[in-house]
């Protein structure tokens, strides 16, 4: 029996001025999958999943999703239709605490009332081991437990597809097995991932298939080793900055 | 989609730190105090804390407007207007004035339906404009009817065979009950399911659709809410001055007013607009001698407090954890409170 398609871009372009975001790009996702995106800094990552989450409109083509086309359909309607995502540069509610954060997605993304949502958010705050700091206001947290409400708050939301927007940057070796833990559990319940990352080697021992993303067009797609070792991926890192920020850390 | 992992046995959530009671006594004791005042005190006490509590009702809305929702509406006195010529008609009906200040505020919600359809259609300065062109709009129009004094105004008829102190203290209790009713519901909404909501959107409203709010919904209500407020606020003022003049009702000062009260006070609490109130009513006692040097320095003193004291004189308060409105939640652990574990790592640092 063939997986169905949960996530479809189809021939979406998109620019910001004379910066190439999409060119008539065309992806595919499967229900549960997982899904990681490579690419050089600025090369779009960030605003593909703006558009599939609803802040960023295409310029044109089409974004549907479990068969649904997404055309005019609102960021917040788009999170109750189970796209859950994080973003690169934290934005916490600063003046609520983590529990009363990751509560408003329980309710308004996950439409959970009373103690469903309480119960909700007790589980995905001790998932991502956020529980200890429940009552502290999300603004007095520091970049790493930012980084954890990002997605204890997408979470709770319940999403069948959770994107991942650099979640593990900055993070230590024992902390992004912890976190690569926490996202193998959540994809094992059938949520499907994608996962921007420039921590590569956090990618690799997550995800079963790789794209890299560069000049708005997708230059490589399947086994992530496979991709990694295409050259106009090798190309692409290696001529831009090396191992420097731009690149890989393998 | 989440893994029931149990985590919840044992724990419970709290809606306040301390018990209610610490909230609900002296709260109610103020308010007993206050309506206690016109048997003690002269006309002129009730009369000037009249003055304040439309003050404190302009405030605290603008403050859900502005402080919430991310509506920094310049235009409120569309509704002041509104409400108070609601109930000069409604008076010359026959309605009794002080009965008309609920429906005024119901006729302002009404009016604000079809405004906010076309004003939210407006972002950022645009909206703020846009407002304040409604208000204008709606001051040209009313004084276009004869029967409502044109743009001289009108008296507000029902209210002569009062003796002059009962109507003194009537309004007093009119405006205290419009004024404790006001907080009252903001206090409630802010604690109910899309208070929670409107708090994300004032903390970052990008982040709160993310997260499923309905942000265009929860404004719209906002927006509504305020208006009766304004309206009500509006019902209060003509039954003080015992006439309606057009220029006044609809004048842009309200909203000066406002913006100044709650720039004072502190944006985005309950506690700042009732601080910033009482601050700016006392400046405006001390300083009313000095005429134009008085609009000077609450000028000065708002430029100061938005640009170094964002939060307000309230702002720097909640830095000891200090709250006379607790709206927020608090999660027990089995054992007592959860751990508030020492910070994990330095403050972030401005990334790319
Ligand atoms: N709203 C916007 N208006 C104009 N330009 C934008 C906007 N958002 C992003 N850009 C530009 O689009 C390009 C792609 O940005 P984006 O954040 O999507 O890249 P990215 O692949 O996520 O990069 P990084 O790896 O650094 O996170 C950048 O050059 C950025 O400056
Ligand atoms: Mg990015």
Redesign the interface.
């Known amino acids: 029996m063939p997986v169905p398609i949960l996530l479809e871009l189809d021939r979406v372009s998109k620019r910001f001025g004379q910066v190439v975001i999409a060119d008539d790009l065309s992806l595919t996702l499967e229900a549960g999958s997982t899904l990681g995106v490579v690419g050089p800094n600025g090369a779009g990552k960030s605003t593909l999943f703006g558009m599939v989450?609803?802040?960023v409109a295409p310029g044109s083509g089409e974004v549907r999703f479990a068969g649904r086309s997404l055309h005019r359909v609102?960021?917040?309607?788009r999170?109750?239709l189970?796209i859950?995502?994080t973003?690169?540069?934290?934005?916490?509610?600063?003046?609520?605490?983590v529990?009363?954060?990751t509560?408003?997605?329980a309710?308004?993304?996950?439409?959970l009332h009373r103690q469903a949502a309480?119960?909700?958010v007790?589980?995905?705050?001790?998932?991502t081991g956020l529980?200890?700091?429940?009552?502290?206001p999300a603004g007095?947290?520091?970049?790493?437990?930012?980084k954890r409400l990002e997605v204890a708050?997408?979470?709770?939301?319940?999403?069948?597809l959770l994107l991942l927007d650099e979640v593990a940057g900055g993070l230590t070796e024992p902390e992004v097995v912890e976190l690569v833990g926490i996202i193998r559990?959540v994809n094992a319940?059938?949520?499907a991932v994608v996962w921007i990352e420039h921590v590569v080697r956090a990618l690799l021992s997550t995800v079963d298939r790789l794209i890299c993303l560069a000049g708005g067009a997708v230059i490589g797609d399947g086994r992530p080793e496979d991709v990694l070792a295409l050259p106009q991926v090798r190309q692409i890192y290696l001529g831009s900055a090396g191992s420097g920020p731009g690149g890989p850390e393998l | 989609?989440?893994?029931?992992?149990g985590?919840?046995t044992g724990?419970r959530?709290r809606r306040l730190r301390r018990s209610a009671l610490w909230t609900a006594l002296p709260s109610a004791g103020v308010v007993a105090l206050l309506a206690y005042v016109p048997y003690v005190l002269e006309r002129k006490v009730t009369d000037t804390l009249v003055d304040f509590f439309i003050l404190l009702v302009l405030a605290t809305t603008w403050n859900m407007l502005a402080g919430f929702a991310g509506l920094v509406s310049v235009g409120q006195q569309a509704y002041i207007g509104v409400g108070a010529y609601a109930v000069l008609v409604l008076a010359q009906q026959g309605v009794n004035p002080f009965a008309a200040i609920p429906l005024a505020a119901l006729v302002c919600a009404a009016v604000s339906l079809p405004v906010s359809w076309l004003v939210f259609r407006l972002r950022g300065g645009y909206f703020a404009i846009g407002t304040w062109v409604v208000a204008e709009v709606f001051a040209l129009l009313v004084i276009r009817f004869e029967s409502l004094g044109g743009g001289t105004g009108a008296n507000l008829p029902g209210l002569d065979g009062f003796d002059a102190v009962l109507l003194g203290a009537m309004t007093y209790w009119a405006a205290l009950s419009v004024a404790v009713l006001t907080l009252l519901g903001a206090y409630l909404l802010l604690r109910s399911?899309t208070g929670?909501?409107l708090?994300?959107v004032?903390?970052?409203e990008?982040?709160?659709?993310?997260?499923?709010?309905?942000?265009p919904r929860a404004k719209r209500m906002v927006y509504l809410a305020a208006a009766a407020g304004a309206g009500a606020a509006g019902a209060v003022l003509v039954i003080t001055q015992l006439n309606v003049q057009p220029g006044n009702v609809f004048s842009v000062k309200w909203s000066a007013y406002m913006v100044f009260v709650v720039l004072i006070g502190g944006v985005?609490s309950l506690e700042g607009p009732i601080l910033g109130a009482i601050v700016f009513f006392v400046l405006q006692r001390a300083l009313a001698d000095y005429g134009a040097w008085y609009l000077i320095v609450l000028g000065a003193v708002a430029v100061v407090m938005a640009v170094w004291v964002r939060r307000g004189l309230w702002g720097l308060l909640e830095r000891f954890d200090v709250r006379v409105f607790p709206t927020?939640?608090?999660?027990q652990a089995p054992g007592g409170?959860?751990?508030?574990?020492p910070?994990?790592?330095?403050?972030?640092?401005p990334?790319?």
């Open positions: 989450s609803g802040d609102d960021a917040a309607a999170c109750r189970g859950g995502r973003y690169q540069v934290p934005r916490p509610f600063v003046g609520m605490t529990f009363e954060n509560l408003v997605a309710q308004q993304g996950g439409r309480t119960d909700r007790l589980d995905v705050l001790s998932e529980l200890a700091s429940a009552n502290t007095r947290l520091g970049l790493l437990a930012r708050r997408a979470l709770a939301t319940g999403p069948k559990a319940r059938g949520v | 989609m989440t893994a029931p992992t985590a919840s724990y959530v399911r929670l909501a708090t994300a004032r903390d970052n990008l982040a709160a659709r993310s997260v499923g709010v309905r942000v985005g927020g939640f608090w999660l409170d959860v751990a508030r574990p910070r994990d790592d330095p403050p972030p640092a990334r790319h």
